[in-house]
């Protein structure tokens, strides 16, 4: 028996959003299920920078939950759920495109010891059949700190986010599909977008699980 099985033998399964026991082949509650079937899809108001976003829904309730439980109790079990959420709101992709993701600050990678948004995007790439860079062509410097500092402080301080030396080799004249988990204020999209654009992008569209509105 393999120990996963075990496991359930001691650890009744509980939906990661509301904790109400499920069946250990399903990965959330039917309620939570059919609540985020419900969300609305926002599209409006792009940040400086994009051409156009899609966020699955509102940063709120049970999307915010669910996003909080893939990040900060590391259940990456659930990246294709949320992947896959990402993709049916997203529509098709340019064929020429590239799937870039948001990088990750250094420091936050390391404490968390995984990054979220590297493995949505991989889920992603698979599942659009839209190719990701084997390498970084965005690298992101400094603590990245954007949490906690409150919508002024965030806007005013947009991380430091630059192309690599071999991003307009790999980017240029191409749409991309830039990829991060939410949107708080923008800043970061704006910054990862500008640097795209200066890299050679002919075209920078966003896609996030969330957007705070
Ligand atoms: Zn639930």
């Not at 400086?48 to 990456?76: N, Q």
Request: glycine share 12%; charged share 25%.
């Amino acid at each position: 028996m393999d120990p996963g099985r075990i496991a359930n033998l001691f650890v009744p399964s509980r939906c990661p959003v509301c904790r109400q026991g499920v069946d250990p082949d399903s990965l959330l509650c039917g309620e939570c299920m059919r609540e985020l079937n419900r969300s609305r899809v926002l599209r409006a108001d792009p940040p400086e920078g994009v051409d156009r976003i899609t966020s699955f829904a509102d940063h709120e309730g049970i999307p915010r939950h669910l996003l909080a439980a893939f990040k900060f109790r590391h259940l990456t079990g659930l990246v294709g759920l949320i992947a896959g959420f990402m993709t049916d709101a997203a529509g098709l992709p340019d064929e020429h495109g590239l799937l870039v993701p948001v990088p990750p600050a250094r420091l936050r990678t390391r404490m968390r010891g995984f990054d979220p948004v590297g493995l949505l995007a991989d889920e992603i790439s698979a599942l659009i059949d839209l190719p990701r860079p084997g390498e970084a062509v965005l690298r992101r410097r400094g603590s990245g700190r954007q949490r906690g500092r409150g919508r002024t402080g965030r806007l005013a301080n947009p991380p430091d986010i630059r192309p690599s030396d071999d991003a307009g080799r790999i980017i240029g004249g191409r749409e991309i599909l830039l990829v991060d988990d939410v949107m708080t204020t923008g800043a970061t999209l704006s910054t990862a977008a500008g640097a795209l654009r200066h890299a050679g992008a002919a075209s920078v569209v966003a896609l996030t699980f969330t957007r705070r509105l």
